[in-house]
């Protein structure tokens, strides 16, 4: 019998659409989320639905010519909140969802954008508003969007080297006004740590496996835990708090859940230790990452080196009948998330208990 404290996570709305569909993202301060996909023509829409009574009911539909592939709000404050948007033609775009209009749009990818990430929009002293981008074409952009047209960085290989689909991007470690971290991940499971305040790449590993995601459990704050998830059910959490010269960062791997890929790994915003995986056969699973009794111990060689920690599942459940390829959990109500699938359903997952945790 399962313990009277652990999580439940409960399937609140299930609601059909006609189409693909390939993100989802709450609009900040709202009741409202955007779904993001492709027609069967091959035209990409935002739609915008509102939870009432039980229900979700679709309020607003942007249709443009070329499929949207990802969003996030993270670049606009929660007063704008505007969405940037990836396409399947390498353009980024940032929308204003009030007038259904676009604010910006560039085009400096070759190839379909994967993966986008933004912050610096609703925090306070932790850097400017940035964009990142990863594309099939092998880079990764980042873009201020108060600066039209031309990238403020840009990642790629050098002449001559073969050029790796990039499949996850994300921030961190993004303090203070200075420093900030973009980690990008690659079909071939290389991972690799870019320091946008040095221009220089610091950390880089292969983790035998395309990486689908990557994600820190906060942006800002000096980085402590990295999770990033692969094909074949695997997924790595790094403690990025000590990097040794010759190890690099500590990580815990797990293996266990014979579920194909993981396609996202999701932080809760009020617990960073607390992180759910989505997963090929439908299923998404509740992680507890439990700290060591010391984070980091002196080797031979005088270097601090980190201490992995041990993962502990608080709870599964198969929601859906196909790969769940996105979550976002709600910033302001615990355990709230929305979840899109392959399946061409959008889901409102519900988890309790997380308090207790």
């Known amino acids: 019998m399962e313990n009277q404290d652990t999580p439940q996570i409960i399937t609140h709305i299930e609601h059909n659409l006609n189409h693909s569909l390939f993100d989802c993202k709450w609009i900040p301060c709202s ?3 955007v779904v993001i996909g492709s027609l069967p023509k091959g035209s990409g829409t935002i ?19 070329n499929s949207f592939k990802c969003g996030t709000f993270g670049a606009s404050s929660d007063v704008e909140r505007r969405l940037a ?20 749009i560039t085009k400096e990818h070759t190839d379909i954008i994967n993966s986008i990430d933004a912050m610096g929009g609703s925090t306070v002293n932790c850097g400017a508003p940035e964009i990142v981008t990863g594309s099939r074409d092998g880079t990764v952009k980042v873009w201020d969007p108060r600066q039209r047209g031309k990238p403020v ?10 050029k790796r689909d990039c499949w996850a991007v994300a921030f961190g470690n993004s303090f ?21 305040r040095t221009m220089s790449l610091r950390w880089e590993c292969n983790l035998k496996n395309g990486v689908c995601c990557a994600e820190f459990d906060r942006k800002d704050i000096p980085m402590n835990k990295l999770v990033a998830t692969t094909l074949e059910g695997k997924f ?14 500590a990580q815990v791997m797990d293996n266990t859940t014979k579920s194909g890929t993981i396609w996202v790994a999701r932080h809760l915003p009020q617990n960073r230790d607390i992180f759910i995986t989505c997963a090929g056969n439908g299923q998404v699973s509740l992680w507890k990452y439990e700290y060591p009794e010391q984070r980091y111990r002196t080797d031979d060689k005088g270097a ?17 009948t196909q790969p769940i390829n996105a979550l976002e959990w709600n910033r302001d109500h ?24």
């Open 31 to 33: 009741a409202k989320f």
């Open 85 to 104: 948007t990836g396409d399947f033609k390498g353009t980024l775009e940032i929308w204003d969802l009030e007038k259904s209009t676009q604010v910006y």
């Open 304 to 320: 601090a080196c980190g201490v992995p920690g041990k993962l502990r599942r608080l709870q599964r459940m198969v929601v859906s």
């Open 176 to 196: 203070n006004d200075a420093e900030r971290i973009v980690v990008a991940g690659y079909d071939n499971g290389d991972l690799k740590m870019f320091d946008l």
């Open 153 to 162: 960085a840009n990642m790629q290989p050098v002449q001559g080297e073969s």
């Open 47 to 65: 739609e915008i639905f509102e939870i009432t009574s039980g229900e979700v009911r679709k309020i607003r539909e942007i249709e443009r010519p």
């Open 236 to 249: 790595h959490v790094f403690d990025v708090r000590t990097q040794n010269p010759a190890k690099g960062f």
């Open 334 to 357: 615990q355990g709230l998330a929305v979840a899109t699938a392959y399946d061409q359903y959008v889901r409102v997952l519900v988890t309790t208990k997380l308090n207790l945790q």
